[in-house]
T-cell receptor, first 117, second 113 residues
């Protein structure tokens, strides 16, 4: 089974550009998360979807960050316009939420390392 | 919301000795506590988790302890090996699953020969 797939692995952007990161969750998973990882803040939740519906839209990130889930097997995170402080690793993760929470394990993708100049 | 504090941020131990990482949480309703290991350039991977109906769980050289009264949980790695060098994250949620996880800021574990 394929895990969570993220593309691209690396992205370099100029300040003010628009970038789009992509994520394919594990097949059959109905929860999808976008996290930002930095050394100082650790893992911060950006967005969370359940069955394609937006459940949580990280407050501090609302103005320039927009995540979408166009279908159950594909999600994008758009950052517009980019700023140097957006330089970080962006991780997508998915899990299956069902009757038994004990099955609800989070699987992460390899991440996209974004550098904004 | 939940806040999770993780200490230490960096931990150096001699190969073969034990390593311990501690996390505290604020929400007494939290009931699921996973631990993730992230090797350089890799994605975080679940290594062990514990739910609030347990106080101790052990698997393959890893021990997790949960003290609900103190709102504290910890990861203990016994007989550390070079392959244990990595970043470790603790997390907590109050849903019994991974949908409302709050993460600690991570511990960089360095195993010294």
């Amino acid at each position: 089974d394929a895990g969570v797939t993220q593309t691209p692995r690396h992205e370099v952007a100029e300040k003010g550009q628009t970038i789009i990161l992509k994520c394919e969750p594990v097949s059959g998973h109905n929860d999808l998360f976008w996290y930002r990882q930095t050394k100082i803040q650790g893992l911060e939740l950006l967005s969370y979807f359940r069955s394609k519906s937006l459940m949580e839209d990280g407050g501090a990130f609302k103005d320039r960050f927009k995540a979408e889930m166009l279908n159950s097997s594909f999600s994008t995170l758009k950052i517009q316009p980019t700023e140097p402080k957006d330089s970080a690793v962006y991780l997508c993760a998915s899990s299956f939420w069902g009757v038994s929470p004990s099955q609800n394990t989070l699987y992460f993708g390899a991440g996209t390392r974004l550098s904004v100049l | 919301g939940e806040q999770v504090e993780q200490l230490p941020s960096i931990l150096r131990v001699q190969e073969g000795s034990s390593a311990s990482i501690n996390c505290t949480y604020e929400n007494s309703a939290s009931n699921y506590f996973p631990w993730y290991k992230q090797e350089p350039g890799e994605n975080p991977k679940l290594i062990i988790d514990i739910r609030s109906n347990m106080e101790r769980k052990q698997t393959q050289g890893l021990i997790v302890l949960l003290d609900k009264k103190a709102k504290r949980f910890s990861l203990h790695i016994t007989d550390t090996q070079p392959g244990d060098s990595a970043m470790y994250f603790c997390a907590a949620s109050n849903t019994g699953g991974a949908d409302r996880l709050t993460f600690g800021k991570g511990t960089q574990l360095i195993i010294q020969p």
